[in-house]
Each structure stands twice: as C-alpha cells, then as structure tokens.
C-alpha cells in the first residue's frame, strides 16, 4: 500500500491515513523506524500533522492498533463466517431417548466443522497473501505491548472483538468448553500465520485446501460427531 498522495487529505480522511502509514512503517522498519517525523514524511503531510493528532508515541501507537482492528476485521466479512444452526431440536424435543442430546450435540459438530474450516482456512490464506503486511504490523505491536500497560488494554480489547466470535461459533457447533477450545482455535491460527510469515515456514505459503484440511482435522478433535467430516478434504491447491 502506497500512503502517499497527490492531494492534500481531508479532515475526515487523515486520522486514517496518519494510522495506515503507521501500520506501513512498523512492518516496513520496525518499531524503532516509527516517528511522527516518518508518518509525516511517508504520508506526505506537513511537518507537525501526526503531532497535532496524536501527541505522543503512545497515541500513536494506539491509534494503530484501533486501525489493525478496523483492517483486521475486513479480512472476513460476517457473511463469510458460518451461521449457527438456530433450529437444531433437542433430545426431548424429538422424543428420543436419554442419549439423545449427546446425539444431537455430535450431529451439531459433524455439520459445522466443514463451514468453520472453511472460513478459518479462508481468513488465514487471505492473511498470508494478501495482508503479510498487517501481521507484521501486530506482531510489532503485539510485542510492544508487553512493556506498556495502557497499549495492553488496548490491544487486549481489540483482541476481544476477534475471541469473542469463535468461543460462540464453537459453543454453537456443540463444544463442551468453547472458551478452551477457543485458546486452542485461536493459538492455531496465531502460530500457522506467524511461522508462515516470520518462522520456520515463511518460504511459501500453503494452499486454502491444506489450511482447511488442518483445520478440520484440529476441530475434529473438539467437537462431538467431527470425525466424520476430515474424510473428503483434500490437499489440491485453490
């Protein structure tokens, strides 16, 4: 992404910019290579414009991760995530017996992995191709944030927005403890973008169809009747 611009930014316009180009500059150079003096420059704006917006390093720096949320967010749009199946009856509902719901919480898991690891393998291939820049970007940030307690809370809370959705689509395809199933989804995640951005793996990027296989077969270990589903995903690159 090209910060710089022809036209002088509108009022409206320059908070975003003046975060972007500090995303740019923290996966381009680092911690260390973000000022307001290389926002202004890289930006194209006048001397003093990062400044006046954010007065100091930690404004700025929180600015950036309020933006990270915001492009974060976009890389999956709510109808791309999978809707849980709200009609689904219970044991006593189909007349069925004391097993039933056991039952029916394994149909709930075998139906769903599918649509979840399709979305999760679909938000981490966008990451690695086409957002490497927005990984960088957090994990400088990330980092940070581990010696400045006001920029963890307000990292923390932006994670939030992101945990929060996968604890309730787990506890929707039948998880006994989506809250510690999600540590594991989320730790998943983290570590296929992170040693395929900066690790061990960063040479090439595997296909949607791999990613999706790995995900299912790391739901099938959580969620009741999800067995069944691994068969049938292949390895084809998309």
């Known amino acids: 992404m090209n910060a710089r611009d022809d036209h002088a930014p509108s009022a409206a316009s320059r908070p975003q910019l003046i975060a972007d180009t500090a995303l740019r500059l923290l996966a381009e150079r680092g911690m260390r290579g973000l000022t307001h003096r290389a926002v202004d420059e890289t930006a194209g704006l006048p001397q003093g414009s990062t400044s006046n917006l954010a007065r100091t390093r930690a404004a700025l720096l929180e600015a950036a991760v309020g933006r990270l949320a915001e492009r974060e967010a976009a890389v999956l749009t709510p109808d791309e995530l999978p809707r849980p199946q709200r009609d689904r009856p219970s044991g006593a509902e189909a007349g069925a017996g004391p097993g039933a719901g056991a039952a029916s919480g394994a149909a709930a898991g075998g139906a769903e992995v599918p649509a979840l690891a399709e979305a999760l393998s679909l938000a981490l291939h966008r990451y690695l191709t086409h957002h490497r820049e927005l990984l960088l970007a957090r994990y400088e940030l990330a980092l940070e944030a581990t010696r400045r307690p006001l920029l963890r809370e307000v990292y923390d809370r932006a994670g939030r927005a992101f945990r929060e959705p996968v ?40 296909t949607r169809a791999a990613l999706r296989t790995s995900c299912a077969e790391l739901l099938a270990g959580m969620l009741p009747g999800a067995g069944a589903s691994r068969g049938g995903t292949g390895v084809a690159g998309e």
Do not use: I, N
Request: aromatic fraction near 8%.
């Open 167 to 206: 604890v309730a689509m787990l506890a929707a395809a039948g998880s006994a403890a989506p809250e510690r199933h999600a540590l594991s989804v989320v730790a998943w995640c983290d570590g296929v973008l992170f040693s395929c951005t900066a690790g061990q793996f960063h040479a090439a990027v595997p």
